[in-house]
C-alpha cells in the first residue's frame, strides 16, 4: 500500500495492512509537524507533490528495500496539503520476520524517501514562511 493522502494518517490502518502471520516484527515510522525549527516557532506545514512520480518513486525505494531485506508487507502514507502541529505528515509500516530487518527497512525507506520523492515541504511561521530541502 502506498498513497499520496489529503486526509489525516489513520496510522492503526497502517499497521493493520502490514499484519502477517509470518512476522515477528513490524516496525512503524511516524513524522509528525513539530511546533518549531531552530528555535522558531511553526505555525503548520504545508505539503506539495507530484503525486503519479512519487507514488513510482516510493515503489522504487520498497523494491530495493525489498531487495535487502525479507519484508512481508509495507504501507505508506504521507500527506500532501496543510499539517498542523502534532498531525501525522508520513507514516512508514513494515512487517518482517524479525526486528532487524523491520528496523532497517523502515530507516532505509524514509531516509530515501527525503532524498528522491518529489514532495516538497513549506514551513510556515507567524511572519511568514520557507520552502525546506530534504535533509537540512
Same mark, same amino acid.
Given at each position: 500500500?502506498?498513497?499520496?493522502?489529503?486526509?489525516?494518517?489513520?496510522?492503526?490502518?497502517?499497521?493493520?495492512?502490514?499484519?502477517?502471520?509470518?512476522?515477528?516484527?513490524?516496525?512503524?515510522?511516524?513524522?509528525?509537524?513539530?511546533?518549531?525549527?531552530?528555535?522558531?516557532?511553526?505555525?503548520?506545514?504545508?505539503?506539495?507533490?507530484?503525486?503519479?512520480? $512519487?507514488?513510482?518513486?516510493?515503489?522504487? %525505494?520498497?523494491?530495493?528495500? =525489498?531487495?535487502?531485506? &525479507? /519484508?512481508? #508487507?509495507?504501507? @505508506?502514507?504521507?500527506?500532501?496539503?496543510?499539517?498542523?502541529?502534532?498531525?501525522?505528515?508520513?507514516?512508514?509500516?513494515?512487517?518482517?520476520?524479525?526486528?532487524?530487518? $523491520?528496523?532497517?527497512?523502515?530507516?532505509? %525507506?524514509?531516509?530515501?524517501? =527525503?532524498?528522491?520523492? &518529489? /514532495?516538497? #515541504?513549506?514551513? @510556515?511561521?507567524?511572519?511568514?514562511?520557507?520552502?525546506?530541502?530534504?535533509?537540512?
Amino acid at each position: 500500500m502506498i498513497e499520496i493522502t489529503k486526509d489525516k494518517i489513520e496510522v492503526a490502518k497502517l499497521i493493520a495492512a502490514v499484519s502477517d502471520e509470518g512476522a515477528g516484527a513490524t516496525d512503524v515510522f511516524v513524522g509528525t509537524t513539530r511546533n518549531k525549527t531552530s528555535d522558531k516557532p511553526v505555525v503548520k506545514l504545508d505539503f506539495e507533490a507530484y503525486e503519479p512520480m $512519487a507514488i513510482k518513486e516510493l515503489q522504487k %525505494i520498497v523494491n530495493r528495500a =525489498k531487495s535487502q531485506w &525479507p /519484508i512481508l #508487507k509495507y504501507a @505508506i502514507s504521507h500527506r500532501v496539503g496543510v499539517v498542523e502541529i502534532g498531525e501525522e505528515a508520513v507514516v512508514i509500516a513494515v512487517s518482517t520476520p524479525h526486528r532487524k530487518a $523491520a528496523f532497517e527497512s523502515c530507516k532505509f %525507506i524514509i531516509d530515501e524517501l =527525503k532524498k528522491t520523492v &518529489p /514532495i516538497w #515541504k513549506k514551513e @510556515i511561521f507567524e511572519d511568514g514562511d520557507v520552502w525546506v530541502a530534504a535533509h537540512p
